[in-house]
């Protein structure tokens, strides 16, 4: 069966303390693996797409990296500002998207 | 920047009444997704269509949920006869999608329907 999982459920983080979060996956014909951030009372906003394995995506304080059965969502030095659910999400050979449940950071200043 | 269109934000209704949401996608995608999110569950695909034909409502329950796309620029979910348990926030996604197994455009969400069901 087709999965998605992600761990930590949560993660809390002092600001400069920098983690990973993982998302690992049993797919047959993944197309893609793509990072969301998700705010409260909003819908996830893309962050990033991965396509195979041993490739790496960055965007200021996060890097995302790529492996055959999981991927790493990496926090460099937090800031408050990045406390939110992070949601991973891989992508069938037929197009349809399946989700993790997604971790929630929470950074303290 | 473009952005997926959802209303209403919000809406109470009591049990066995029903409700429509409906989704703008943004302009020129080709396929829209409807997800429900629930503390319990999480973002569960319910259905989704491409070029307006949908191609998958196995997520769906068949007997109160339909979804439509009446035309590019309008997606509806409709539940008839609501229930407590259809309390969920309801998400529209779109994305552009090419011929199967060639899809890898990410979607980008709107900021959902809160629905609460009494």
């Known amino acids: 069966e087709d999965q998605v999982t992600q761990s930590p459920e949560a993660l809390r983080l002092q600001e400069g303390e920098s983690s990973s979060l993982n998302c690992s996956y049993t797919v047959s014909g993944l197309r893609g693996l793509f990072w969301y951030r998700q705010d409260p009372g909003k819908g996830p906003e893309f962050l990033f797409t991965l396509y195979s394995a041993g490739e790496e995506k960055e965007k200021e304080r996060l890097k995302a990296t790529l492996t055959k059965k999981e991927s790493f969502l990496h926090i460099t030095a937090p800031k408050p500002e990045d406390s939110a659910t992070y949601l991973c999400a891989v992508q069938f050979s037929w197009g349809k998207f399946q989700f993790g449940a997604g971790t929630q950071v929470v950074v303290t200043p | 920047d473009a952005r997926v269109t959802q209303t209403p934000r919000h809406k109470v209704t009591e049990m066995g009444q029903e409700v429509t949401m409906r989704c703008q996608p943004i302009?020129?995608?080709?396929?829209v997704f409807w997800y429900r999110q629930t503390m319990m569950q999480g973002l569960e695909l319910l259905a989704y269509f491409r070029n307006r034909a949908p191609l998958d409502d196995s997520g769906m329950p068949k007997d109160r949920f339909s979804a439509e796309m009446p035309d590019a620029t309008l997606a509806t979910l409709k539940i008839q006869p609501s229930e407590p348990r259809d309390s969920a926030v309801y998400f529209c996604?779109?994305?552009?999608?090419?011929?199967?197994?060639?899809?890898?455009?990410?979607?980008?969400f709107g900021n959902g329907t809160r629905l609460t069901v009494t």
């Open positions: 996604a779109s994305g552009l999608g090419g011929t199967q197994g060639s899809y890898n455009s990410p979607l980008h």
């Open positions: 302009l020129g995608h080709n396929t």
